[in-house]
């Protein structure tokens, strides 16, 4: 009698309980979660935000991926130059420069989440936010050493299904990952290169997301010597002196260019690198081995992209030219799909 007693009550305190934590739940108090950011930090984070704004378009791409995109409610200026790629931005509310975004705008959206890099916005924006009951997490989402374990820090935030299609994306850049690197073995020569980030001059350092990418494709990237720089101003006659038998040139598209727009604006930009004055002698500048990648595909969650592209120019007669493309549709019609 007393074994059933003891029994009874124990299976009654824990109905209790459980009771107390639903009716807690469906009184709409938040449930809370810990991510580890960029920086190593341990936030806090609201489950489950019904409203969040990315403020990179990494950011926007690893939402949709996870399966979240209805919950986004505003993007910044340079995201609304992605139309074309990414219809659903064509909705949303322009909040203006992604560094510098109209703060007014963006609490009257009433976001619960705001997803942006680890230094921009600066770290005011913290506290211009946090009356307004927004959380602010940093994460980069753009170095692909880092991109994975970031994006499954952010599935945390919602349901079981964002946490398997964050596995399924991890499991889809692993697979091209390991296919390139165990083609490329075959090559014959280790190539040089030099990575000009965004501008003239600017180079990119070992922490860029480019730079990840040469790695993987086991390339020299003289770059490599500013340790934990993403980029690094020059003198131009650094270049000449590293001799490189390859120029990348990261290049920003922000208008909402067609295919034959980038294209012309890609063969200008490579056309204005090989005009330097002092780099006539330079292998890459001789032999016409400059190719200039989209920033977007340069690290970020379309990064395999870039390094399908780029293995393609260091390793012509391993990878051809157009399986990029393969790859993209197989990308789009995996995870991003139903976004638009």
């Known amino acids: 009698m007393s074994i059933f007693l003891y029994k009874f009550g124990i299976i009654t305190l824990v109905n209790f309980f459980f009771v107390v934590h639903m009716a807690g739940s469906l009184s709409?108090?938040?449930t809370y979660v810990e991510i580890i950011d960029s920086a190593g930090r341990n936030i806090m984070v609201k489950t489950n935000p019904d409203k969040i704004v990315p403020l990179s378009i990494s950011a926007m791409e690893i939402i949709c991926i996870l399966g979240q995109s209805h919950r986004i409610v505003g993007t910044s200026q340079y995201m609304k130059g992605h139309v074309i790629t990414f219809p659903l931005l064509g909705r949303l509310p322009n909040l203006g420069h992604a560094y510098t975004p109209n703060l007014?705008?963006?609490?009257a959206l009433r976001p619960e989440l705001i997803v942006t890099w680890i230094t921009n916005p600066g770290p005011e924006?913290?506290?211009?936010?946090?009356?307004?009951?927004?959380?602010?997490?940093?994460?980069?989402?753009?170095?692909?050493?880092?991109?994975?374990?970031?994006?499954?820090?952010?599935?945390?935030?919602?349901?079981?299904k964002a946490q398997k299609r964050a596995?399924?994306?991890?499991?889809?850049?692993?697979?091209?990952?390991?296919?390139?690197?165990?083609?490329?073995?075959?090559?014959?020569?280790?190539?040089?290169?030099?990575?000009?980030?965004?501008?003239?001059?600017?180079?990119?350092?070992?922490?860029?997301?480019?730079?990840?990418?040469?790695?993987?494709?086991?390339?020299?990237n003289y770059g490599d010597v500013f340790k934990n720089e993403n980029a690094v101003w020059v003198d131009p006659e650094w270049v000449a002196r590293m001799n490189p038998q390859y120029?990348?040139?990261v290049f920003a598209w922000r208008r909402n260019e067609s295919e034959n727009e980038r294209l012309e604006m890609a063969n200008k930009t490579r056309d204005g690198i090989m005009a330097?004055?002092?780099?006539?002698?330079?292998p890459a500048v001789k032999n016409g081995h400059i190719w200039i990648i989209d920033v977007d595909l340069?690290?970020?969650?379309?990064y395999i992209l870039g390094l399908y592209q780029m293995?393609?120019?260091?390793?012509?007669?391993?990878?051809?030219?157009?399986?990029?493309?393969?790859?993209?549709a197989e990308y789009f019609a995996t995870f991003l799909d139903d976004i638009n």
């Open 28 to 30: 709409g108090e938040p």
């Open 104 to 107: 007014e705008m963006l609490v």
């Open 125 to 160: 924006l913290e506290n211009q936010l946090r009356p307004f009951g927004i959380d602010v997490l940093r994460l980069n989402l753009s170095r692909s050493d880092r991109l994975i374990q970031e994006t499954k820090q952010l599935a945390k935030i919602f349901d079981e």
């Open 167 to 220: 596995l399924q994306y991890e499991a889809f850049c692993l697979k091209h990952e390991t296919l390139i690197k165990d083609r490329i073995k075959s090559r014959k020569f280790k190539p040089t290169l030099v990575i000009e980030q965004t501008f003239k001059d600017r180079v990119a350092g070992s922490a860029a997301g480019v730079s990840i990418l040469a790695k993987i494709l086991d390339a020299e």
């Open 247 to 249: 120029i990348v040139g």
């Open 276 to 282: 330097r004055p002092g780099w006539s002698d330079i």
């Open 298 to 302: 340069a690290g970020g969650a379309r």
């Open 311 to 328: 293995a393609h120019f260091l390793y012509p007669e391993i990878v051809a030219q157009d399986e990029w493309r393969t790859v993209e």
